[in-house]
T-cell receptor, first 110, second 113 residues
Framework: QQQVKQSPQSLIVQKGGISIINCAYENTAFDYFPWYQQFPGKGPALLIA?????SEKKEGRFTISFNKSAKQFSLHIMDSQPGDSATYFCAAYNFNKFYFGSGTKLNVKP | EAEVAQSPRYKITEKSQAVAFWCDPISGHATLYWYRQILGQGPELLVQ????????DSQLPKDRFSAERLKGVDSTLKIQPAELGDSAMYLC???????????FGQGTRLTVV
């Protein structure tokens, strides 16, 4: 059973546009929600993370929106750039264990 | 900058052979994870160590996979015998534990032929 469901599987955005990736979870015990960015041939790297006591966190062009009642959270990439082209994974954390979504491959067209 | 070291980066092995992967976590990180990532999917936890102790190996196929972290520092993941379905990226990650960032290594890309 997949603990974290991620959509879309792939996303094409024009340079300067907004990229939005969504995740949903069922286990209300999750209490930390990181997003990871992975380039081909590399391991995932932490991009931004949020705790469920806040509804939004912004770091530069990257924003996490968190809806605790709906058990959903999303990543927004503003002013998307070709260098943002990568695979993005959401994750949920509980009891020292991370559960990852299936990933979204983002392609930002110049 | 401290990083998680993994070797080898790539490994091609024949079915039924043994293969081993090595991971050296960031210094001071007590928690070490081994993940398997099939192409196009998210990482799936195989085994988690806290210092030298296994805290979760529920998803580790124990008939063919083994993992150890003898001195609570570096770790080895072994597959014997390898099967075609084991072809994947094997990622090692480490953290201080709790709500702290998990740092990933670059992974070992395994191809079983």
């Amino acid at each position: 059973q997949q603990q974290v469901k991620q959509s879309p599987q792939s996303l094409i955005v024009q340079k300067g546009g907004i990229s939005i990736i969504n995740c949903a979870y069922e286990n209300t015990a999750f209490d930390y929600f990181p997003w990871y960015q992975q380039f081909p041939g590399k391991g995932p790297a932490l991009l931004i993370a949020i705790r469920p006591d806040v509804s939004e966190k912004k770091e530069g062009r990257f924003t996490i929106s968190f809806n605790k009642s709906a058990k959903q959270f999303s990543l927004h990439i503003m002013d998307s750039q070709p260098g943002d082209s990568a695979t993005y994974f959401c994750a949920a954390y509980n009891f020292n264990k991370f559960y990852f979504g299936s990933g979204t491959k983002l392609n930002v067209k110049p | 900058e401290a990083e998680v070291a993994q070797s080898p980066r790539y490994k091609i092995t024949e079915k039924s052979q043994a293969v081993a992967f090595w991971c050296d976590p960031i210094s001071g990180h007590a928690t070490l994870y081994w993940y398997r990532q099939i192409l196009g999917q998210g990482p799936e936890l195989l085994v988690q160590f806290q210092d030298e102790s296994v805290v979760d190996d529920s998803q580790l196929p124990k008939d063919r996979f083994s993992a150890e972290r003898l001195k609570g520092v570096d770790s080895t993941l072994k597959i014997q015998p390898a099967e075609l379905g084991d072809s994947a990226m094997y990622l090692c990650a480490s953290s201080f534990g709790g709500y702290t960032e998990a740092f990933f290594g670059q992974g070992t890309r395994l191809t079983v032929v």
